[in-house]
């Protein structure tokens, strides 16, 4: 029979086909490997859920996975010049009644967004994403927040 590599203990030998080690919370610690995951959009009813390795990481990069719904990965669409930074339009009430749209720039690039964004999803907290980015803390929530309230995240 089989024994844990960290503590000696007798595997069961349906355990023992995949893994060397005990189900104790020592051996759990000590052999135990976490793998990053990321959710994939694929479609309106599902997402795809990939394990983060360096294959995954250019597939993203390249647009592989682009979600049409967010339309915050891969490369930016034909009615945005490359590099420029998206806009936000707000609605604005005029005098008369009439909606007009108003047009600010946002004080971030498309691509520290989509960083922020896939550090977010990865669980990373807003303190850390800045520190990777050498954004601000509060420019970091202000990138979650303004995409949570788009519908986008």
Request: one cysteine or more.
């Amino acid at each position: 029979m089989d024994k844990c590599i960290t503590c000696g203990q007798e595997l069961h030998p349906e355990r023992a086909k995949k893994y060397n080690y005990c189900m104790s919370a020592e051996c759990q610690d000590k052999n135990a490997k976490s793998l990053t995951m990321v959710a994939v959009g694929v479609n309106k009813a599902a997402e795809q859920y990939l394990i983060l390795d360096e294959r995954t990481k250019e597939e993203l990069a390249s647009g592989k996975y682009h979600d049409q719904r967010r339309q915050l990965f891969g490369r930016p669409g034909p009615s945005q010049a490359a590099g420029a930074p998206p806009v936000l339009t707000r609605k604005a009430q005029s005098p008369s009644g009439a909606t007009a749209r108003k047009v600010t720039r946002q004080p971030w690039s498309r691509s520290q967004q989509k960083l922020a964004l896939l550090y977010n999803e990865q669980g990373l907290r807003p303190e850390e994403i800045a520190e990777k980015l050498g954004l601000s803390t509060y420019l970091v929530t202000q990138i979650i927040l303004n995409t949570r309230s788009r519908g986008k995240l």
